[in-house]
């Protein structure tokens, strides 16, 4: 079979594929378009996030057996007419699942002990210790809205803190030893803390909104290491502002783009998100909680796993 490569990975991707007999190619700098004349040459194709595997691109691939993509979701893809035209489609959450879980639970100790403020204060040559008085985890209630790879791999990391762990699903008895899965009113009824753990689809798109956070019993910290475009930015700087969000752990953010490469496409800065940056409550990183050594490495044997399971049978 011959594969095409979009995106660079770890070098283990494609010297499993070589040893399997998969022929490798690389292209990492023509446009969509220009792939698009050719690709109808390839049986499957890998990527991470550069550009939209979209009906058209599709069309063109009348070869393809399958799109493996190098990370977690696969909301670049139109996944309903690949499914369509028969092409499998192939993810890997398992593969940075820690990574995320780690990263999670990094931003909220951070927050709840103001170690980023507090760092630059020392920095500055301030030494505010009663205005840096942390909280502590013990005997919080946190809860997790998704429950799959992403939100069982926190769960996990959050055992021994001695708090209560909810979570909230659109799928039935996802819960288990870490997590009690509630509906969302209870979960928006106890927690202290809302960590999103959801891919970006239709139901998620612009979730978490003015609505949605007044429908909290009591103020909450928030962390996002899912999708930039489930959270209203706007909204989210009121609820800062207005004290109902304590603070918040952000991996991804509304503006990036689909690439997940850079920012925003805009010339200048949206307003929300220039508000957003100067809170000293607010923790942000440029999309990298899946982005480790390990995770890099994890990934790339993932997909090269799922490959060969589907089509060296």
């Known amino acids: 079979m011959k594969v095409l490569h979009l995106d660079n990975n770890h070098p283990l991707l494609l010297e499993r594929l070589t040893e399997a007999g998969f022929k490798n190619e690389e292209d990492y700098t023509s446009s969509k378009e220009e ?74 100790l951070s927050l709840f002990n103001k170690l980023n403020k507090a760092n630059t204060e020392v920095k500055n040559g301030q030494w505010n210790r009663e205005a840096n008085r942390g909280v502590e985890l013990d005997g919080k209630t ?27 699903d659109i799928k039935d008895d996802v819960g288990d030893k870490h997590a009690t899965q509630v509906s969302l009113k209870t979960l928006q009824e ?10 970006w689809t239709p139901l998620t ?41 304590l603070g918040a752990g952000l991996d991804v953010l509304e503006y990036e783009k689909l690439s997940f490469e850079s ?8 307003k929300p998100l220039q508000q957003l940056l100067q809170m000293e409550n607010v923790l942000v990183s440029p999309h990298v909680a899946g982005w480790t050594v390990e995770s890099k490495i994890k990934l790339a044997e993932t997909i090269v796993e799922k490959i060969l399971e589907e089509f060296k049978k």
């Open 35 to 108: 792939i698009e004349k050719t690709i109808n040459n390839y049986d499957g194709i890998v990527i991470r996030s550069r550009f939209k595997i979209d009906k058209q691109f599709i069309e063109a691939a009348k070869k393809l057996k399958f799109i493996a993509r190098v990370g977690a979701g696969l909301e670049s893809i139109d996944t309903e007419y690949a499914k369509k035209k028969n092409i499998h489609l192939i993810a890997a959450p398992e593969g940075n699942r820690n990574a995320v879980g780690e990263h999670a639970l990094g931003m909220l």
């Open 205 to 245: 798109d612009r979730m978490i909104n003015t609505d949605f956070i007044d429908s909290f019993s009591k103020p909450f910290w928030f962390v996002n290491t899912a999708r930039g475009k489930s959270v209203v930015t706007a909204d989210l700087v009121s609820a800062l502002q207005n004290g109902k969000i």
């Open 142 to 168: 946190v809860g997790l809205i998704g429950y799959g790879n992403m939100g069982k791999a926190f769960a996990k990391k959050l055992q021994g803190f001695d708090c209560t762990v909810l979570c909230y």
């Open 190 to 199: 106890m927690a202290d803390v809302l960590s999103l753990h959801t891919p």
């Open 263 to 270: 920012l925003f496409s805009e010339k200048e800065m949206p």
